[in-house]
């Protein structure tokens, strides 16, 4: 009867060793608090190249994270990429004018959208378009302007 | 020549007859396994052999293939300056593709031998048929709790061996190569998603856990009666289901990571 037990006792301790594994995983090793924060608003922005921009970068405000890129697509009116941003409710009193660009964390880091307050009184809302964008730096761009200007002043 | 293609008509046809025989098999022992709601003793006790057993091989193989996954990564990374995305490497690796896949052949050498070579035995001693005599149904007695026990097992022995594999990555990381512990669980955070990766991982590792017990109670219980013959269905069992988890794994990644 105390194998039986002590049997029970291991199969316990096993399944709830698993399942704290699972926990762990998903609270401290993936971003699910992340995803909880569903609860926002989302602004739409147009970019003319958003680079390697890619859905969940995050969306900074002052380099505070205040949302998540949570979809990309081509306008097929505009020719231009639709980036929608869900922005915590918690930052719901943006100016309207406010301002994004795709910047890149560090050289070599992911690339996010980074916002910059404007100064108009009304706040930006559910659906809402910011139209002051600014495009991704495309690398082989710079340098090939780089290269043109260099051999302009050769001359 | 005649005799060539006669030795492949055969092939064919014995592989196809076994392959049949495994699919009934399976449906009859599903069908049955639902009695084991009453009687849930019988599939604690496989647990406690599958699940509680194997945890020791587990954990210490975790810990070691997530502690050279940081030592490696951190080779690599280095040479970039990226060594801080360490975290994110060990646990996309492990979370995505190592942790179901190693511990599904690790479970295959240290559980699914045991079942096949457990039910050879009992069929090769005529308990099975004994059981039968009894009209207990040894499909449903022997057979339906192992092969739900390693169901269960293996997604939570895959957990732990991801987890584990991790916080090693993380030891050497921090203390031996001098990855910041902050940066380490920060990036892996903002890169790790549940469901693309966590859930994923858990799926995969519970495919593999029907595909690793499905073919070892299969293999215990197909095979010839004999001491021979029980050798080589345990052989059988961990070559056939390291095979089908290694193909398996390919596939659903294929179909899961776009």
Redesign the interface.
């Known amino acids: 009867m105390d194998n039986?037990r002590s049997?029970?006792l291991?199969?316990g301790?096993?399944?709830a060793?698993?399942?704290a594994?699972?926990f762990?995983?998903?609270m401290?090793?993936?971003?699910?608090t992340?995803?909880q924060q569903s609860e926002g608003y989302t602004v739409e922005a147009y970019f003319q190249n958003v680079g390697g921009l890619r859905e969940?970068a995050?969306v900074r405000m002052g380099g505070v994270q205040i949302g998540r890129v949570s979809a990309i697509t081509l306008d097929a009116q505009r020719f231009e990429a639709r980036v929608a941003l869900t922005i915590d409710q918690r930052y719901d009193d943006l100016p309207s004018d406010t301002a994004a660009s795709i910047r890149t964390s560090g050289l070599?880091g992911e690339q996010y959208v980074s916002l910059e307050p404007g100064g108009m009184p009304d706040a930006l809302a559910e659906g809402d378009e910011i139209t002051l964008t600014r495009s991704a730096l495309v690398l082989e761009d710079i340098v090939g302007q780089f290269l043109y200007n260099q051999s302009g002043e050769g001359e | 020549m005649i005799v060539r293609l006669r030795q492949l008509g055969a092939g064919t046809l014995s592989a196809t007859t076994t392959l049949g025989r495994a699919v009934l098999f399976l449906l009859r022992v599903v069908r049955g396994s639902g009695e084991l709601i009453h009687r849930p003793?019988l599939l604690?006790?496989e647990?406690?052999s599958v699940?509680?057993l194997t945890?020791v091989i587990i954990i210490v193989s975790g810990l070691f293939v997530g502690m050279v996954l940081g030592l490696q990564g951190y080779y690599t990374l280095v040479d970039?300056?990226?060594e801080q995305s360490l975290g994110v490497l060990v646990?996309l690796s492990l979370?995505r593709e190592l942790g179901p896949v190693v511990t599904a052949l690790l479970f295959a050498g240290r559980a699914g031998s045991a079942l096949t070579a457990e039910i050879g035995l009992m069929k090769a001693t005529e308990q099975l048929a004994g059981m039968e005599m009894m009209a207990v149904d040894p499909e449903r007695r022997v057979v339906a709790p192992r092969l739900v026990a390693a169901l269960?097992?293996l997604?939570?022995?895959a957990?732990?061996f991801?987890?584990?594999g991790?916080v090693g990555a993380y030891l050497v990381g921090t203390s031996l190569l001098g990855v910041d512990g902050g940066a380490f669980?920060s990036q892996?955070?903002?890169q790790?998603?549940?469901?693309d990766?966590?859930l994923n991982g858990?799926i995969k590792s519970m495919l593999f856990g029907v595909a690793a017990g499905w073919i070892a109670v299969f293999n215990g219980y197909d095979c010839q009666p004999t001491s021979r013959g029980v050798s080589r269905a345990t052989t059988r069992t961990v070559v056939v289901t390291s095979l089908v988890v290694l193909g398996l794994d390919f596939v659903l990644t294929a179909l899961m990571f776009d």
């Open positions: 039986a049997m029970e291991a199969v301790a096993f399944v060793a698993g399942l594994a699972l762990v995983l998903a401290q090793v993936s971003n699910i992340a995803f969940r995050p070599l | 003793g604690l006790r647990l406690y699940g509680v945890l970039f300056g990226a646990a979370t269960l097992a997604p939570l022995l957990m732990i991801t987890l584990l991790i669980w892996m955070q903002a790790v998603s549940f469901e990766d966590v858990l």
